[in-house]
């Protein structure tokens, strides 16, 4: 399983970016993904969470209201929409895959999924 992030950039404070992560090598309906971002001398944390239906989503605190996320199964591809984008938003950002059981589950947990993609640069000047 192959996950292609994409859509990174550099945008003002209140801006908008939406970024998209392409699965590719297996069946993308049968995965549960995640969105995190790791800021330069930060951890990997967690942003964004969708379960395999597509239909329950959850969020960090620090996001929730501003960033959503998506997932289009017959396009095999996840999306972070981001709205009112903030300084401290920041960082590289790497989707991830789970491969499911359960159409109504989503994770939290960096050690839940199985496969990553490569990272998309977010910069949000002040």
């Known amino acids: 399983v192959q996950l292609q992030a994409s859509g990174g950039g550099l945008v003002q404070a209140g801006g908008s970016l939406r970024l998209s992560c392409a699965v590719s090598?297996?069946?993308?309906?049968?995965?549960?993904m995640g969105w995190f971002r790791q800021a330069p001398g930060n951890e990997r944390e967690f942003v964004a969470a969708?379960?395999?239906?597509?239909?329950?989503?959850y969020y960090a605190d620090s996001v929730r209201g501003r960033l959503t996320i998506s997932k289009v199964n017959t396009k095999n591809t996840m999306y972070l929409q981001m709205n009112g984008l903030k300084p401290e938003d920041t960082a590289v950002y790497y989707c991830a895959a789970k491969r499911a059981y359960r159409s109504d589950q989503y994770y939290e947990a960096r050690n839940d999924y199985d496969y990553w993609g490569q990272g998309t640069q977010v910069t949000v000047s002040s």
């Open positions: 090598g297996r069946t993308f309906s049968n995965f549960a």
């Open positions: 969708i379960s395999w239906s597509g239909g329950l989503t």
